[in-house]
């Protein structure tokens, strides 16, 4: 059974940092899609970053390319985010998700295994 947990949020300054961290068990690491997604209040959850395992390929929203930065670490069987620059319309609940297939999606519906959620607050 795939799980997925989140930590690593928090409450921080504009133009602060924070990194995010995914830990993933239950699931082999060929063929996976691994992606992190965020929901502020009253607003459709929506697609930050996401990563191939096997060759680290990456793909970024608009809104966070040059700020953010998704990756990997194969021994510990865990992914990143890693979150600079950081302004308060990133405050948000931040999702990682996994997906079996080489494409990489942006759209929640695409992934079917989902951590619970870390709250990242960013205050003016």
């Known amino acids: 059974q795939v799980q997925l947990v989140e930590s690593g949020g928090g409450s921080v300054q504009a133009g602060g940092s924070l990194r995010l961290s995914c830990a993933v068990s239950?699931?082999?690491?060929?063929?996976?899609?691994m992606a992190w997604f965020r929901q502020a209040p009253g607003k459709e959850r929506e697609f930050v970053a996401a990563?191939?395992?096997?060759?680290?390929?990456?793909n970024y929203a608009d809104s966070v390319k040059g700020r953010f930065t998704i990756s990997r670490d194969n021994a510990k069987n865990t992914m990143y985010l890693q979150s600079n620059s950081l302004k308060p319309e990133d405050t948000a609940v931040y999702y990682c998700?996994?997906?079996?297939?080489?494409?990489?999606?942006?759209?929640?519906?695409?992934?079917?295994?989902w951590g619970q959620g870390t709250q990242v607050t960013v205050s003016s």
């Open positions: 990563l191939r395992w096997s060759d680290g390929v990456t």
């Open positions: 998700a996994a997906d079996r297939r080489w494409i990489i999606g942006t759209v929640a519906a695409q992934y079917p295994s």
């Open positions: 239950g699931i082999t690491f060929s063929n996976l899609v």
